[in-house]
């Protein structure tokens, strides 16, 4: 079976285009109030059978590494996208916070536009069915949820030296014009694993699995084609 994970006040529909095409394939609908990376991956756990193949988007990558620190034996393949694994930064708590004030003083929906865009790609910005059902999806979450995740990211346990204990096929990937997680923090992690695949998307932003889903669908489809850890 084949399990997606979310990120950042994101939900299933996030995993539409792919959930369609694999049969057989769920996602986690959301992590609840669960406000840390290892609780986000119990949860997922919770929901997994014995043995199955892992794609996380996002924050949600950051889960699905946290989902193989658990239980590497019933992970059989795992995908890392639109992602990193560095530590907290200087100034990122502080960016973090500017936008949690943004919902608490002028309301979720301010946030979420402040967030959204800089996370889509400028040509798919414009297309408002497309950029509609994000915005629709991330308002759905609410102010709750995104402080609990990013209380989460805030307390996120190191992943770096995590990667290289890594040994099912890997599939790393982004998109081509992804600012927050960009191609080269990509390079980098696929190197540090030993048995991976890394695919950077043309023209397409963080929003990776809806702004690009043909592309994406292909890059997994070759992927569950790798003789899985079994």
């Known amino acids: ?23 057989g394939a ?6 609840g109030a669960a406000d840390s990376l290892p609780e986000m991956a119990r949860v997922a756990l919770e929901q997994a059978p014995d043995r ?5 988007h996002s924050m949600g990558a950051r889960v699905a590494l946290e989902v193989y620190r658990l239980a590497p034996e019933r992970v059989r393949r795992l995908a890392l996208c639109s992602t990193g694994v560095h530590p907290l930064g200087a100034d990122e708590p502080q960016k973090r916070r ?22 889509v790609a400028a040509a ?12 629709r999806m991330c308002l759905d979450q609410g102010q709750a949820i995104f402080d609990a995740q990013i209380e989460a990211l805030l307390g996120r346990p190191d992943q770096e030296r995590l990667l290289s204990e890594i040994t099912c096929p890997t599939l790393v990937m982004t998109g081509e014009l992804d600012s927050w997680s960009p191609a080269a923090q990509h ?39 790798q003789p899985a850890n079994d």
């Open 187 to 225: 390079e980098a992690m696929a190197a540090r694993i030993s048995n991976s695949a890394l695919v950077v998307v043309e023209g397409a932003g963080h929003m990776l699995p809806l702004e690009a889903p043909a592309a994406v669908n292909r890059a997994i489809a070759a992927w569950l084609r």
């Open 124 to 135: 798919h910005r414009t297309d408002k069915a497309l950029f509609g059902a994000m915005r």
């Open 1 to 23: 079976m084949l399990l997606f994970l979310p990120g950042l006040i994101c939900d299933a529909r996030v995993f539409a285009p792919q959930l369609a095409v694999f049969a």
């Open 52 to 56: 199955f193949d892992l794609f996380g």
């Open 98 to 119: 500017d936008l949690q004030a943004i919902g608490h003083t002028h309301g979720f929906e301010a946030l979420v536009d402040a967030w959204l865009p800089p996370m």
């Open 26 to 31: 769920r996602a986690v609908d959301g992590y």
